[in-house]
């Protein structure tokens, strides 16, 4: 199971950038997958998580009203649209899958999730 993390770069405060994450080795399209980050020297934080369904989303208050999390079940893939881009976002973000299908238990924190992404890295300028 591996999960590719994409999308990350370098943009000044207020753009914009797309985060992708392609899973492959299984389907996840029962489980909820997430978003988190993590800033050097802090805990890796959530950000968004999406139902297996896609119906349902959920953000962290830091986020929310600028950034929106989708998913591609046809595609095994997950999304992060990022706009109004601030300093403080500036993090190595990663993608994950959560640990029990067809439940949103736990999905706010790193202990909800199995499988990780190698995280790709999103700088902001001010």
């Known amino acids: 199971v591996q999960l590719q993390a994409s999308g990350g770069g370098l943009v000044q405060a207020g753009g914009s950038l797309r985060l992708s994450c392609s899973a492959s080795?299984?389907?996840?399209?029962?489980?909820?997958m997430g978003w988190f980050r993590q800033a050097p020297g802090k805990e890796r934080e959530f950000v968004s998580a999406?139902?297996?369904?896609?119906?349902?989303?959920f953000y962290a208050d830091s986020v929310k009203g600028r950034f929106t999390c989708s998913r591609d079940n046809a595609k095994n893939a997950l999304s992060l649209q990022m706009n109004s881009l601030k300093p403080e976002d500036t993090a190595v973000y990663y993608c994950?899958?959560?640990?029990?299908?067809?439940?949103?238990?736990?999905?706010?924190?790193?202990?909800?999730?199995?499988?990780w992404g190698q995280g790709t890295q999103v700088t902001v300028s001010s």
């Open positions: 999406v139902t297996w369904s896609g119906i349902s989303t």
């Open positions: 080795g299984r389907t996840f399209s029962s489980y909820t």
């Open positions: 994950a899958v959560a640990r029990l299908p067809r439940s949103i238990v736990g999905i706010t924190n790193v202990q909800g999730y199995d499988y």
